[in-house]
């Protein structure tokens, strides 16, 4: 590696670089190190002598030490899209010079732990990243911290009917009974006996629990079930190993129902909670079945089920929650009658053991139970249905709120384009209306259709108990009209341009002629109704006259309008009609009149 010129180290989610990365590859020119999580550069950068070019961008920077000024041969460098504390540092995309020259100047701010940072937010992210990154190497590091001679000796007892319980016993054949199930783990083999009297689940459940430990422990073991076809040689092992014979072996002990209920009465779960006045609560759980949700990442906790003892550490907890979590799991310890086999355990937030979560109720794993996966499943099923169905159910909610808006503002239009006078007019009814009352012919104001249309959206039945009046029918009726409408109105307009197109034809023909003063038809139109309503108005007048002179005609009294005058009936001056003398005399100078013409 002494010879590398160029390494791309881009994209992956690199925090820090160990001291030997920088004494190991002195000949790099160009270093890419973009789109990581770097936290800090460290001062053995200035080792790299011959750096050309180095790409710092996107990552979590908010200083650089000043000993990089001393690198001379840095031509590029590349420092965007971090969070510097310094304006100083976009210097480096356009004069990399003043930019060394301010690192010579500059005091280093930062030390390794960062305590010296003024971000908060970036001092919060650093320890969650310690955190995270102490939560999955600490499992490691304790196991390559020590060589393993021997494995321990461990006797898993499952019992159950419905639910199968594993807990560790004595790994003594005293321990073993004809009813249940048991798992010996010496490490390199696990051995799975299965009692004559034990049930079909309890067998699943072991064949699939000695897999996962298997898997846990690094999968290196030989998982052995020992039946009437397996070998003589590994049964009498199995048996050696737990110091006894076969025939040593106990009948079955009690029910199984009876044993878990023990079993679940004599779990405890202590919480160790630090409160803000740094005061330690502790709350203790006991008797129950016991759920994933109750423990806190921010708190630790301790699990007594009458044999081995758990300390939970709870990712964000404090020292002072783990060293009373410690001291409660001592004082357990030396109560109660507990085995030889019997020990405190640590279990750490998010790496928690196979065996630990056999204890919570939705945390054990029942992949290798068939009807709890077609149960599972179902469950699924139905709620992808469900969520379905509500979905379908929102979006004709929201669809029928929708056409209730449009169809009232499709009313206001229309009552808007109305004629405001109609209430003058005597409207006649046709046979094709409905009516909300069933009772009279009227067209049903805006506030009927409107209750009318509510009712039809919370009921399935589109039609009103009084007069039967259909509303969904009625819409699509004002829906039609306004289409008829809307087509009469493009219509119009298209015969107004070709009119307007005509008459500029007509008027570059005739350019010497006069212009006609164009013609305003919505003035006419407005006209023209005015004058309609004169008449009217002018009708109406004559009316009321006509039952005046009725009126005084009846009372026998005599009234003028205009040129006419009427009398009371009975008066002296009654009109007589004319005699035929006098209709003769009338006659006698048409006569005159007519020869005079046939002489001429």
């Known amino acids: ?49 011959h750096l050309k070019e180095l790409n710092l961008r996107s990552n979590q920077l908010i200083d650089l030490p000043s000993v990089m000024a001393s690198l001379p041969s840095m031509a590029l460098l590349d420092l965007d899209d971090n969070q510097w504390d310094n304006d100083a540092y976009k210097l480096a995309a356009t004069d990399i010079h003043r ?58 007892h499952l019992k159950g009917a419905d639910r199968i319980l594993v807990h560790r016993v004595e790994p003594t054949i005293e321990s073993l009974n004809k009813g249940d199930v048991f798992i010996l783990d010496i490490g390199k083999k696990i ?85 803000e006045d740094s005061r330690l609560d502790i709350d203790i759980v006991v008797g129950v079945d016991l759920y994933k949700s109750m423990l806190d990442s921010s708190s630790c906790s301790v699990l007594d089920c009458g044999g081995d003892i758990w300390i ?9 929650e783990r060293s009373w979590a410690m001291l409660k799991a001592e004082e ?9 086999f019997a020990e405190i355990l640590f279990v750490l ?21 068939s009807a709890w996966v077609k149960a599972q499943a179902r469950i699924e099923e139905i709620a992808k249905k469900e969520a379905e169905l509500e979905a379908a159910q929102k979006a004709k909610a929201s669809g029928q709120e929708s056409s209730l808006e449009e169809y009232s503002e499709d009313v206001e239009e229309e009552e ?7 209430d003058e007019k005597v409207q006649p009814s046709t046979s094709t209306e409905a009516t909300l009352d069933g009772a009279s012919n009227r067209r049903p104001t805006l506030q009927e259709r409107m209750k009318a249309f509510e009712s039809t959206t919370s009921k399935p039945t589109a039609q009103t108990k009084a007069g039967g009046y259909n509303v969904q029918a009625e819409i699509e009726k004002e829906r039609d009209r306004e289409r008829e409408l809307a087509k009469e109105r493009e219509k119009e307009k298209v015969k107004e341009k070709l009119k307007q197109r005509q008459q500029e034809k007509e008027s570059q023909q005739d350019k010497g002629k006069t212009k006609e003063p164009e013609v305003d038809l919505e003035k006419e139109e407005e ?16 009316k009321e006259r006509e039952k005046v002179r009725m009126r005084m005609a009846a009372a026998g009294g005599a009234l003028s309008f205009g040129n006419k005058s009427f009398e009371k009936e009975g008066s002296p001056s009654k009109v007589e009609p004319p005699s035929k003398a006098q209709e003769s005399n009338q006659q006698e100078p048409k006569k005159k009149k007519k020869k005079k013409k046939k002489k001429k």
């Open 1 to 49: 590696l002494s010879n590398l010129v160029l390494l791309n180290l881009g994209e992956n989610e690199i925090q820090t670089l160990p001291i030997e990365f920088f004494t190991n590859l002195i000949s790099l020119t160009k270093l890419y190190l973009d789109n990581n999580n770097l936290l800090e550069v460290r001062p053995e950068i200035s080792k790299l002598s």
């Open 99 to 156: 930019f060394m020259q301010f690192l010579k100047q500059k005091k280093d701010i930062v030390s390794r732990n960062r305590s010296n940072t003024t971000s908060k937010e970036y001092r919060r992210t650093i320890r969650k990243q310690k955190l995270e990154e102490t939560q999955k190497t600490r499992a490691e590091d304790i196991a390559s911290s020590f060589m393993i001679v021997e494995s321990k000796k461990s006797l898993y």
């Open 349 to 369: 937030d998010g790496v928690e053991t196979l065996y630990f979560k056999e204890n919570f109720v939705d945390w054990v794993d029942m992949s290798w139970d």
């Open 332 to 340: 357990l310890m030396g109560h109660g009658r507990r085995g030889n």
């Open 191 to 275: 051995y799975i006996w299965p009692g004559p009297k034990s049930n079909l689940r309890e067998k699943q459940k072991a064949i699939h629990f000695a897999g996962l430990l298997n898997e846990e422990e690094g999968g290196n073991a030989i998982v052995l079930l020992l039946n009437d076809d397996s070998k003589k040689s590994d049964r009498k092992e199995f048996f050696s190993l737990l110091g006894g014979k076969k025939s040593q072996v106990q009948s079955a002990d009690d029910e199984d129902a009876s044993v878990i209920e023990d079993y679940i009465m004599m779990t405890k779960l202590f919480h160790f909670r630090e409160n």
């Open 416 to 422: 808007e384009e109305e004629d405001p006078h109609e």
């Open 527 to 542: 006209k023209r109704k005015q004058e309609e309503r004169d008449r009217e108005r002018e009708k109406a007048k004559e």
């Open 312 to 320: 939970w550490v709870g990712t964000f907890s404090s020292t002072n």
